[in-house]
């Protein structure tokens, strides 16, 4: 089994700061790339920023500039430092992570169950 975790969500001011972090865990033989997306009400599901094993990365164009995806590979580790928060970033932030299970073959996606971040105005 192989279980994503986040953390750090909240509720901020507008103009603040958070930090996410998304701990996988479990059989897990290597991890590729690590994402979050993040879904507000009402919303489709859109990407935040990606990472690769390498440390490449890519934000979507409403966090560029705001937000740094960064990830320790020692501890299975993703994290997402918000800066410069706007109420419009509220949402629920989900990282995401393409791996490889001990024993398999191949590559699947796996999901956290979501951390709420609440910007007020």
């Known amino acids: 089994q192989v279980q994503l975790v986040e953390s750090g969500g909240g509720l901020v001011q507008a103009g603040g700061s958070l930090r996410l972090s998304c701990a996988a865990s479990?059989?897990?033989?290597?991890?590729?790339?690590m994402a979050w997306y993040r879904q507000a009400p009402g919303t489709q599901r859109e990407l935040v920023a990606t990472?690769?094993?390498?440390?490449?990365?890519n934000y979507g164009d409403s966090v560029k500039g705001r937000f740094t995806i960064s990830r320790d590979n020692a501890k299975n580790t993703v994290y997402l430092q918000m800066n410069s928060l706007k109420p419009e970033d509220t949402a629920v932030y989900y990282c995401?992570?393409?791996?490889?299970?001990?024993?398999?073959?191949?590559?699947?996606?796996?999901w956290g169950q979501g951390t709420q971040v609440t910007v007020s105005s």
């Open positions: 479990g059989s897990i033989f290597s991890i590729n790339s």
């Open positions: 995401s992570a393409r791996l490889i299970r001990l024993g398999a073959r191949h590559e699947d996606n796996y």
């Open positions: 990472i690769t094993s390498g440390g490449s990365t």
